[in-house]
């Protein structure tokens, strides 16, 4: 079993930055492909970046290529997200999640999966 635990969320102003933290426990991440996720109201959860066994990432929504990258450490068992120049539309609960080996975009190949943290933009 892996546990996940995001951190970082928060009210921020259209513009600002915010890094979210993905702790496991249970297990080392080492074979584990990492995803972020993000679910809006109303909205399906959405792949946003994932990161591979290697520490080869992933940009899933395109509205949020050159602003968010991904990264991991191993040694903390730690995934990270970090957000530049957010938009009031990155406003949602941000999820991260693991599966073995592969790295995947849909949310049904993830084994595990965070409480998630809400992170809120104003204009």
């Known amino acids: 079993q892996v546990q996940l635990v995001e951190s970082g969320g928060g009210l921020v102003q259209a513009g600002g930055s915010l890094r979210l933290s993905c702790a496991a426990s249970?297990?080392?991440?080492?074979?584990?492909?990492m995803g972020w996720f993000r679910q809006a109201p109303g909205k399906e959860r959405e792949f946003v970046a994932g990161i591979d066994l290697y520490g080869g990432s992933t940009i899933g929504a395109g509205s949020v290529w050159g602003r968010f990258t991904v990264s991991r450490d191993n040694a903390k068992n730690t995934v990270y997200l970090q957000m530049n120049s957010l938009k009031p539309e990155d406003t949602a609960v941000y999820y991260c999640?693991?599966?073995?080996?592969?790295?995947?975009?849909?949310?049904?190949?993830?084994?595990?999966w965070g409480q998630g943290t809400q992170v809120t933009v104003s204009s």
């Open positions: 249970g297990r080392t991440i080492n074979s584990y492909a």
């Open positions: 999640a693991a599966k073995r080996l592969i790295l995947a975009r849909t949310a049904g190949e993830y084994e595990y």
